[in-house]
């Protein structure tokens, strides 16, 4: 169709030498970093780092640990947490699809077919002898449009505003994008926590079962000595609650133990039976970290990245409010065909269409636009704020938690020599009974304390590995693959 071809023809030029102004109107991309922000940052940091090579790319396999291995793969693949996220991420993408501007034209197509009846009783006796009815007689007509419909409109982004409002759009996403990334790489670090909780609980049942296993000889041995009058009552019946309390205590362990074995199964998206299989033993071998690292590494963590993208984002948003006071060039426009019948919408001779240019500029809104631009301002100040807040959390973060390292190590190795006096203890306290020179108070008392360091032992362990994943969530993870 001539008219509809011409009116595409006529916005081909148009949009060719506009689309080379849009370009060249462009603003830069606010680039924001730390020296804007006034935060010194020292090159290494304040707690020494273990000695030790760099961080394994797959933290995970330096526990030497198939059970492990397996959860974690699982956990990434199967756990309700991890699609949660997923599909949390492919929501933000098109949201910000949504919500992006259009900077290219936007153009509609429209099909329509209308039909009216209508009658010309207004008109009295006087219409009836005009087409050719009888006196009192009411006339009645039909009447059939069709069309088709090609619509435009397009502001056309002469000052860059709406460029502006699209990469503020699209680092906004990557900021989200960020969050969640950060979110997901937690949520493992956690989940393997969780794993050696679990581990640790195994072990503290084994030491609880152990101790009851103790408790019941040394009831056994009393009770016989008892019966052939070789021991007071008082000796059995300290024997006997001792053996009564660590059955107690098994019994927790035990209940603790099926807890953290259904949290695991529940993290993996199964159904929580109790029977999730785990190492038996916590490892000795840590994920090892470099001697020094840049303190500024940390400026890696996705969580930090998105706070940066965010104060960008606000920097492009402060000038396109400043832009938004600036006058406005729009076009608008419409070409198709317009007939009574519906198989006349393709004939070219019924073409119709119309475009038009729309200049508009603000004169006076009551302050709502400089409203506008000091908000702005407001938040983009905030954000830097944020960022710095949130960069110096995530140092203080690191240093805490290698601080923290450092005590846990002086921590075990004093508990590690306990675990040996103790047990030295409660041997030379046995043979002393045994010859009649201490009481056996003595002896359950040892018993009691040997089994009390073994349990902080693991406990200490424990935190000691929980503490070093700690450090790589807050370092940001692999240097080789987040450097």
Not at 185 to 191: E, P, Q
Not at 413 to 419: P, Y
Not at 446 to 468: F, G, H, M, P
Request: aromatic share 8%.
């Amino acid at each position: 169709m001539k008219q509809i071809k011409s009116f595409f023809n006529f916005l081909n030029f148009r949009f060719l030498i506009l689309s080379i102004l849009i370009f060249k109107s462009c603003s830069n991309r606010a680039i924001v970093s730390v020296d804007d922000i006034g935060l010194k940052i020292p090159d290494v940091w304040q707690i020494p780092i273990p000695i030790s090579e760099d961080i394994a790319g797959k933290w995970w396999e330096i526990f030497q640990d198939e059970n492990l291995e397996n959860f974690i793969f699982n956990f990434r693949k199967n756990s309700p947490d991890i699609q949660s996220i997923l599909e949390s991420k492919k929501m933000a993408y098109h949201n910000s699809k949504i919500n992006s501007p259009n900077i290219l034209p936007s153009i509609n197509s429209s099909i329509r077919a209308d039909t009216s009846m209508q009658n010309l009783t207004g008109f009295g006796d006087a219409a009836g002898e005009i087409f050719g009815g009888q006196s009192g007689e009411i006339i009645s007509f039909e009447n059939s449009t069709a069309g088709l419909g090609f619509n435009l409109q397009w502001e056309i982004d002469i000052w860059g505003r709406l460029s502006n409002a699209k990469i503020a759009a699209g680092k906004n996403y990557e900021s989200i994008n960020y969050d969640l990334t950060y979110l997901g790489f937690s949520s493992v670090i956690r989940a393997a926590q969780s794993y050696f909780q679990t581990v640790e609980a195994y072990e503290q049942m084994k030491i609880a079962q152990e101790s009851y296993n103790s408790y019941t000889e040394i009831r056994d041995l009393v009770k016989n000595r008892y019966e052939k009058g070789l021991k007071s009552s008082l000796d059995y019946r300290l024997a006997e609650t001792s053996v009564s309390t660590s059955r107690v205590l098994v019994e927790t362990r035990k209940i603790q133990l099926s807890a953290l074995r259904r949290r695991l199964e529940t993290l993996l998206g199964k159904y929580p039976k109790g029977q999730m299989i785990t190492s038996k033993a916590l490892p000795d071998k840590l994920p090892i970290i470099e001697k020094a690292i840049p303190a500024d590494i940390i400026i890696r963590r996705p969580d930090l990245k998105s706070l940066f993208l965010k104060t960008e984002s606000e920097g492009l948003l402060l000038m396109q409010a400043k832009r938004n006071r600036l006058p406005g060039i729009s076009i608008s426009g419409s070409a198709g065909t317009s007939a009574q019948k519906l198989n006349d919408i393709f004939n070219e001779d019924y073409g119709i269409w119309s475009i038009g240019l729309n200049l508009a500029t603000p004169i006076f809104n009551s302050g709502k636009l400089k409203s506008a631009v000091k908000f702005r301002e407001s938040s983009k100040e905030k954000a830097k704020k944020d960022l710095l807040k949130g960069l110096l959390n995530a140092y203080s973060e690191v240093e805490q938690l290698l601080q923290i390292n450092q005590s846990l190590s002086i921590q075990q190795e004093s508990i590690n020599n306990a675990v040996q006096q103790s047990l030295d203890a409660y041997n030379l306290s046995k043979e002393r009974y045994d010859k009649g020179v201490t009481t056996l108070e003595s002896v359950l008392n040892s018993q009691r304390q040997y089994n009390n360091v073994r349990s902080q032992y693991l406990t200490l362990k424990r935190q000691r590995i929980e503490n070093r994943l700690s450090l790589i969530l807050a370092l940001g993870g692999d240097l080789d693959n987040n450097g």
